[in-house]
């Protein structure tokens, strides 16, 4: 497992029980897989360090995007690598990303590239502003982004962000965001948990509710552009599509290429976790099934926990620490409700957000209940 963070420490509890091992790969001392398994220390480019760590595994995966897509293509030659350095490599780079959206016949918000100041100045006058400037690489949970809300302010976003290159996207009047998790083996062989309603705050996840309200038309046509995607990219493992809704139809907006955090409450929401899926996946065996198990909210926790005695005396609720420090814009656990139906699990999440002082984190999931009709 390249990567040692709180979906390495997932991946490897979900590994346990299906008697695979997993040894971790990550610089930092304290990463937090190491409660749970084995970790090498060593910079992600450190090529002499990742074959060592190649040599004592079957099989190697990753549990974030921002690894080494060259050195991963060079231990392929020796392990299998799944997913593959080439659906790394794709994803990691958010120009790529869309125009293979474009070529599969995926629908995404209108965009531009900008590279260089004379692409500033060369915008078309047809493009909808306001819009958001991205880079093109390294961004994630609302890092490397900027608001453009004109013309005027391109530039100074462009030099905001480094000057770096970037993508510049429309931005979208979109209903709600929504995001699929799906599964393909080596073989191809693809399964697709239900969609789900995510509930970002200041680019960063807050909460899920499983499965979303959708149209029987709406989740078929997720499915299809998973598939389109996966097929595409040769892919083996769990990745995620995250969409806005538009009317009836969805417009891509990125895709993750490993288990995602809108995907936790599969752990206990879901006959087999994203977790489990994905090891079965990388390691050959047969898939799980992704059907949920009654309804599901996911909750994360950003920057430092909640009261645990104060979440755990409610019923339905599953706590995860991922032992780590308390830190400003750091993920630090997260806790899926789980009932059998919306009206119990709306109930439930009242009696969270007033135990935990979390009442502005579950109205919104709570208005997307009653929105169901």
């Not at 991963?72 to 990691?92: C, F, G, I, K, Y």
């Not at 100045?121 to 900027?146: E, N, V, W």
């Not at 062989?189 to 509930?199: A, R």
């Not at 390691?283 to 949920?292: C, E, I, V, Y």
């Amino acid at each position: 497992m390249i990567g040692g963070g709180q979906l390495a420490r997932m991946l490897a509890l979900a590994a346990a029980p299906l008697g695979v091992r997993v040894l971790a790969f990550d610089p930092a001392p304290d990463a937090c897989t190491q409660s749970v398994a084995p970790v090498q220390q060593a910079d992600f480019d450190d090529l002499a360090a990742l074959h060592v760590f190649a040599e004592r595994c079957e099989f190697i995966t990753f549990d974030f995007e921002n690894v080494s897509a060259p050195a991963l293509d060079e231990l392929s030659a020796t392990r299998p690598v799944r997913p593959n350095a080439r659906a790394l490599a794709l994803t990691q780079d958010r120009l790529s990303e869309k125009l293979l959206f474009t070529r599969l016949g995926i629908g995404v918000a209108e965009f531009v590239q900008i590279a260089t100041h004379d692409d500033v100045r060369a915008i078309p006058a047809s493009f909808k502003f306001p819009a958001i400037l991205k880079t093109r690489r390294f961004g994630y949970d609302g890092k490397g982004q900027a608001k453009v809300p004109s013309v005027s302010a391109l530039e100074s976003s462009f030099i905001e962000l480094g000057e770096v290159p970037c993508v510049l996207e429309s931005r979208v009047r979109f209903e709600r965001e929504l995001s699929l998790i799906a599964v393909r083996s080596a073989d191809g062989e693809m399964q697709s948990y239900p969609l789900v309603e995510n509930i970002h705050v200041d680019g960063i996840l807050s909460a899920s509710l499983a499965p979303a309200c959708v149209s029987d038309e709406l989740a078929l046509q997720a499915r299809d552009y998973a598939r389109l995607l996966a097929d595409a990219l040769g892919y083996t493992g769990v990745f995620a599509i995250e969409f806005f809704q538009v009317g009836g139809r969805l417009l891509a907006n990125e895709v993750a290429p490993r288990v995602h955090n809108s995907g936790h409450w599969t752990i206990e929401g879901a006959e087999t976790s994203q977790f489990e899926n994905h090891i079965r996946a990388v390691t050959g065996l047969p898939l799980g099934s992704p059907a949920a198990r009654g309804v599901s909210c996911m909750l994360n926790w950003i920057g430092e926990l909640p009261d645990v005695r104060a979440a755990l005396a409610v019923l339905g609720l599953h706590w995860h620490d991922y032992d780590k420090e308390p830190r400003a814009g750091r993920k630090v656990g997260h806790a899926t409700i789980t009932a059998p139906d919306f009206d119990q699990l709306a109930q439930r999440l009242m009696i969270v957000g007033s135990a935990l002082g979390r009442e502005t984190q579950v109205q919104p999931i709570i208005d997307a209940i009653h929105a169901r009709g």
